[in-house]
């Protein structure tokens, strides 16, 4: 029997009514049943469509007009979002946003999770969806007459967009990106160009403690000199007096890699502080720190409310990071028990914990699930344990060992709901019962979804 033909060709245009979203937020159609994916495509939308891409069972179009616009259609308020990768879903309603990633939570828990019945609250929204990041990491390059620009890369290329702002971005940032790129041109300072590997400034970083305000700029070069360094920094803290460190990295190698291995405090202090509720955290150029506060707020407020601790519970936290959640964590429990894979995290989470005076966590470096099953055997029995894994999801040994330590809750916050349903599913069979499921948007304007779970041991 002959193969049974795709309907369509590659490069035809064709009449297409949107039906639903994928995960990325890319609009389908189908055409006698075969589905095609298209980049900002909404549900009820009519459109013309140009076939790019033919596969044997799916394809990929590109928008060329919108016939009958959905009411969840905006006009991106960024000029260079058809341009830039950096957001997916300016061209659609924040409400629709939210009910998009709602939308894809309960899909991944009945299709992957098998868990028809758990409860999908309504993601947590910001009340004002932009300016949230308080980093920065944008590439320098060179417009034609000879002054630097800064901006991401177009889709699929290196090319950099030349662009003043960024939408997500806290205003902070853009204004110390702007200044760092005008006195880096005043200066004469080149920029460094890919494709020969060659100049000097490759990136410029910025971090901002949204609470103290404190800004740290990072710049990085290939060359081991920073030239005109004490310029730079003279004009840059004079203007910006917010500016509590300026650090010089060096990046001498062909790679995506933004940060190299040297780095340099050339300005004020290594760290700079920002607060999540009543806690303090010190921030360096590398360590690793939530990107939108605000949300993270509301995930670990949620986190520790289904944790319902009452004062006297031993807690691990799995994946702890710098320890962040582990602190809220401890300012209710008894005692916590972090573990983290990276030691400079480690570090930085023991730092913190002294910053604030807070003397019952206690941070290891390893792998969760080796270390896990250490603590187990040492008779470790922990009332409640918390995970927050990164996109793989926890590792099975990982799994294995929380349900042989039997704590009466877990609480598993997730980055990505596809490995979260699927561990749900383990601890499910495993003996516990997921209560519900809450997500949080921490990335506004992006196809990314958090999740807080919580679980129940089930009654033997
Ligand atoms: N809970 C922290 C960090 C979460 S990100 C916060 O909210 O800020 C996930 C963390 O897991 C990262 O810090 C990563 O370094 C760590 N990690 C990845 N694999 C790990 C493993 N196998 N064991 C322990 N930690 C791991």
């Not at 990325?24 to 909404?42: I, Q, S, T």
């Not at 290939?222 to 650090?247: C, F, G, W």
């Not at 922990?382 to 039997?406: F, Y």
């Not at 704590?407 to 349903?421: G, H, K, Q």
Request: a negative charge; proline letters at 6%; aromatic letters at 8%.
């Amino acid at each position: 029997m002959p193969k049974p033909q795709p309907p369509v060709q590659k490069n035809e245009t064709i009449t297409l009514t949107f039906e639903d979203l994928t995960h990325e937020g890319n609009g389908v159609g189908k055409v006698d049943g075969y589905p095609l994916f298209v980049p900002y495509g909404l549900p009820g939308e009519k459109a013309q469509v140009k076939v790019i891409k033919v596969k044997k069972n799916f394809g990929f179009g590109k928008l060329i007009e919108v016939e009958e616009e959905s009411d969840d259609r905006v006009t991106p308020p960024c000029d260079v979002y058809y341009q830039c990768g950096g957001c997916q879903l300016q061209h659609m309603s924040y409400s629709r946003q939210l009910s998009m990633k709602k939308g894809q939570v309960e899909n991944v828990m009945k299709k992957i999770g098998h868990l028809e019945h758990v409860p999908v609250h309504d993601p947590i929204g910001m009340n004002d969806p932009w300016r949230y990041r308080n980093k920065i990491q944008i590439p320098v390059g060179e417009k034609e007459n000879g002054e630097l620009k800064t901006g991401f890369y177009q889709k699929r290329t290196h090319n950099i967009i030349d662009m003043d702002t960024c939408l997500i971005q806290d205003e902070p940032n853009d204004r110390m990106v702007e200044a760092v790129r005008r006195i880096a041109t005043e200066l004469g300072i080149d920029a460094y160009h890919e494709e020969s590997h060659r100049g000097v400034l490759r990136h410029i970083m910025v971090r901002t403690g949204q609470q103290t305000g404190d800004i740290m700029v990072v710049l990085v070069t290939r060359t081991k000199k920073l030239p005109h360094q004490d310029k730079l920094i003279e004009r840059i803290t004079e203007a910006y007096p917010n500016v509590k460190s300026i650090v010089h990295n060096v990046n001498k190698d062909k790679t995506n890699v933004i940060l190299g291995k040297e780095t340099n405090v050339i300005y004020g202090d290594q760290y700079i502080y920002d607060t999540i509720g009543d806690i303090k955290f010190m921030i360096s150029a590398k360590s690793f720190y939530q990107v939108n506060p605000t949300q993270t707020k509301a995930l670990y407020d949620k986190a520790l409310e289904y944790a319902d601790l009452r004062g006297g519970e031993t807690v691990i936290d799995a994946y702890c990071g710098i320890g962040t959640i582990s602190l809220f964590l401890a300012e209710a429990a008894k005692k916590v028990y972090g573990v983290e894979i990276v030691p400079d995290a480690v570090k930085d989470a023991k730092k913190n914990a002294r910053l604030n005076n807070i003397d019952n966590a206690e941070f290891y470096v390893g792998q969760a699930e080796e270390i896990m099953p250490w603590w187990r055997k040492q008779g470790l029995r922990p009332d409640v344990i918390v995970v927050d894994p990164p996109r793989k999801g926890c590792d099975e040994a990982l799994l294995t060992s929380m349900l042989e330590m039997e704590p009466e809750r877990i609480v598993y916050v997730s980055c990505n709901p596809s490995t979260l349903a699927r561990d749900l599913r383990i601890l499910e069979d495993g003996g516990y019962e997921t209560q519900e499921v809450q997500p949080v948007d921490q990335f506004p304007q992006t196809n990314h979804v958090e999740c807080v779970t919580w679980l129940d041991k089930k009654e033997r």
